[in-house]
């Protein structure tokens, strides 16, 4: 058959890259962002840019290097990220940042892979293969950004959202609890779990420093205010009335007994780190038991052979 | 322990652990599967050699996890694999195609079983041609290559490893459970005679270097993880910077590059085997264990003067369509023997363009066509 095409519209590269030119650099921040991706895409008042924010000076108390990480999002708003980040960044599909960055972080031990998503990519699709990287102790550091509901595709309840909350697709309430993260985490078999909110962008820095600093699987869960998607329809007002709800809602908890934090609609939310501990991660154990085997193996035969 | 990586020698194996011992030939050195019937000996076989050269074996929660771990070993600059059947390749049709846009070498080997669903687990298919070239939503370009022995589990698993580092994206083995599960000598090649397609490094400087090159008919040279060039990796209609750009004219080009490197290089990736095609007035089309048997009844045939031919596709895709056209002006007939309701038969059809009379044999799976059922078939047109 004939087939006609469009013409195309060639890449511009050095129209590209004036763009990219006029604006880039200005921040401090900025050697930590590809050129030419900002304005992001996100609603004025959301929460994402606070954590984006945290998460690389998080980086950088660490004294890590752009070239030393690696980013995988998944697919949501949260996924976004992975986008806006100057290093190796790979923004996957819905709910497979996961097993995706078990792969990368596999094939490349030395690099730090952070996976960075949103609570419905981690835990509604995704939610099986969190549990499975958490039992595995994969070296993988997750951050989860929690804002209660689905908000790229418009604010639709999510396994987070609390019972008898609203959002477009429980217009009459949440006849469902949602997870607490925290303790599904642990249960999991991550390493380090902490929770945090917007509001304390101080504790969240640190725990995202210290993240980094863990062999193995770890997860920060970080409440966002999402004004466009869960805070309309549940009256929070706009995103900087989120937060203060966020504040007067919150109470720091270090160590706190994981049945307790589960979160309920107008109630206190417990923040704090919970679990800090250690065990050999997937790789340890791979390396250090069955490779070992093999090794060891493979020389019992070639002495035999030589007998 | 380079040197347990290529077993040169004689080996009596079963195609599902040539496809192994093929892809570690390659420099595979991560795989990550889920077991299912009947490739799960791939994976077995894979969890006692990957670490004997120091690779990694991991079985994942599914096949969705475990094609998106081949992926981001991939890009972790690690040759990668991963291996099942029906079911589990319906489940990696969402990665595979983040595999596609996203441009990732990677290997699938799927041993056909009968379907739908859970069908026949541990008795032959070859019903999955048609979801290896569209099982994945939207545009892309499929390579499927069909072995019809062990020794070809092998070869083929060597050809898809170089195939998928030349054109960047995944590359299908189709096999079947009756190759898969066929024990038959297999000649492992010395080192030296192995053509292995290596990953190269990009040359130019992080300002010039363009990760998704849209421009040329080949695929840009793959910068990955932790080599300085701090590429954006999305599924999301992307520039040739790999950055989101969510517009037609943007949309026109990522697509058109990720079908064009297939077609338009198709001659370059088409392999047949053609066996009395010259003065053939009959063609049979098969592939895969069904290609044993028409072979057999195509020297039969000839053994007592039928001008019977087989063509025998060695990539199911890209599809040899120019070459059926070519054949359909001069042949009465071909004829298909597939184990399943139409898929190939239907691609014969429509290259044929009415020039050629096409008879579909049709199995729907858990045996294989007998020689005389074919010659037969053919002997209606003498
Ligand atoms: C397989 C699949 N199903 C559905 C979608 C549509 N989708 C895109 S983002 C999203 C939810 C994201 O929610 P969350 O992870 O909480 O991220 P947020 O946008 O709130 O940051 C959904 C359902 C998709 N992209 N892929
Ligand atoms: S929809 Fe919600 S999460 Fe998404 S950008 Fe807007 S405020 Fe942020």
Not at chain 1, 166 to 172: A, D, E, F, N, Q
Not at chain 2, 64 to 73: D, E, P, R, T, V
Not at chain 2, 99 to 118: A, Y
Request: proline content about 6%; overall charge neutral.
């Amino acid at each position: 058959m004939k087939v006609k095409l469009r013409e195309i519209v060639p890449f511009d590269k050095e129209a590209e890259e004036k763009a990219i030119q006029k604006d880039h650099g200005l921040h401090p921040d900025d050697k930590y962002l590809k050129p030419g991706r900002i304005p992001h895409i996100w609603c004025p008042g959301c929460g994402l840019g606070v954590v984006l924010t945290s998460f690389i000076e998080g980086m950088r108390r660490k004294g890590l290097s752009v070239d030393q990480c690696a980013v995988v999002s998944g697919i949501g708003c949260t996924g976004r990220v992975a986008g806006y980040l100057d290093m190796d960044t790979y923004h996957t599909t819905h709910g497979r940042a996961i097993p995706f960055a078990t792969g990368l972080a596999l094939a490349k031990p030395d690099l730090h892979v952070t996976v960075f998503s949103g609570d419905g990519d981690l835990f509604a699709i995704g939610g099986n293969h969190m549990i499975h990287a958490a039992r595995r102790n994969v070296n993988l550091k997750v951050l989860c950004v929690n804002n209660f509901n689905f908000g790229m595709t418009g604010g639709q309840v999510a396994p987070t959202t609390p019972l008898e909350a609203r959002t477009s697709t429980t217009p009459l309430g949440n006849a469902e609890p949602g997870f607490n993260l925290p303790y599904l985490a642990h249960a999991a078999g991550a390493i380090y779990v902490a929770r945090w909110t917007t509001f304390h962008p101080r504790q969240l820095v640190h725990s995202i420093s210290e993240s980094l600093g863990k062999k193995g699987f770890t997860f920060i869960e970080a409440i966002a205010p999402c004004p466009t998607g869960y805070g309309r329809p549940n009256k929070l007002g706009s995103g900087l009335e989120e937060m203060r709800y966020y504040r007067e809602m919150s109470q720091i908890r270090n160590g706190a007994d994981l049945r307790d934090t589960e979160i309920r609609l107008r109630e206190k939310i417990i923040v704090g780190t919970f679990i800090n501990t250690d065990r050999p991660d997937f790789m340890e154990n791979y390396m250090g038991k069955v490779v070992a085997r093999a090794r060891a193996k493979g020389k019992g035969k070639e002495k035999g052979k030589a007998a | 322990m380079a040197d347990k990586d290529v077993l040169t020698g004689e080996h009596f194996i079963h195609g599902d652990a040539a496809c192994a011992e093929g892809g570690i030939a390659s420099g595979c050195r991560f795989f990550a599967g889920y077991p299912i019937t009947p490739a799960t000996e791939v994976a077995e076989r894979m969890a006692r050699r990957l670490p004997q050269v120091g690779g990694v074996y991991i079985q994942m929660e599914d096949e969705i996890a475990s094609m998106a771990a081949i992926l981001g070993a991939s890009w972790g600059g690690v040759k990668s694999m991963t291996s099942t059947s029906g079911p589990g390749f319906s489940l990696m049709m969402e990665n595979i195609g983040l595999g596609m846009m996203t441009e990732t070498p990677c290997v699938v080997v799927n041993i056909q079983r009968g379907g739908p669903s859970t069908g026949l687990p541990t008795l032959v298919g070859q019903a999955d041609v048609m979801q290896a070239r569209w099982g994945s939503h939207g545009d892309y370009g499929c390579i499927a290559l069909a072995p019809a022995s062990p020794q070809e589990c092998f070869d083929f698993t060597v050809d898809a490893f170089n195939l998928s580092e030349i054109y960047r994206q995944p590359v299908f083995v189709l096999g079947d459970e009756v190759v898969g599960h066929m024990t038959e000598k297999v000649i492992i090649p010395p080192r030296e005679e192995l053509r292995i397609v290596e990953r190269g490094k990009p040359q130019a400087k992080k300002e010039d270097y363009l990760p998704f090159d849209f421009k040329g008919p080949m695929p840009a040279q793959m910068a990955v993880a932790g080599q300085g060039y701090h590429v954006h990796v999305t599924g999301l209609t992307h520039d040739e910077r790999g950055y989101p750009v969510i517009t037609d004219a943007v949309q026109e080009r990522n697509i058109r590059h990720i079908v064009d490197k297939i077609r338009k290089n198709a001659d370059k990736i088409i392999r047949v085997e053609s066996v009395f095609l010259d003065d053939a007035e009959v063609v049979v089309v098969a592939y895969g264990c069904t290609s044993r048997v028409a072979r057999q009844a195509v020297e039969d045939l000839r053994s007592r003067g039928v001008k019977a031919g087989l063509l025998r596709l060695i990539t199911i895709w890209p599809f040899p369509s120019n070459m059926i056209r070519q054949l359909a002006k001069q042949v009465k007939a071909f004829i298909v023997p597939e184990i399943n309701y139409g898929q190939v038969a239907y691609e014969v059809e429509r290259t044929a363009q009415g020039n050629a009379e096409v008879v579909l044999m049709a199995l729907m799976g858990g045996s294989i066509h007998r020689p005389d059922e074919i010659e037969e078939s053919v002997l209606e047109y003498f």
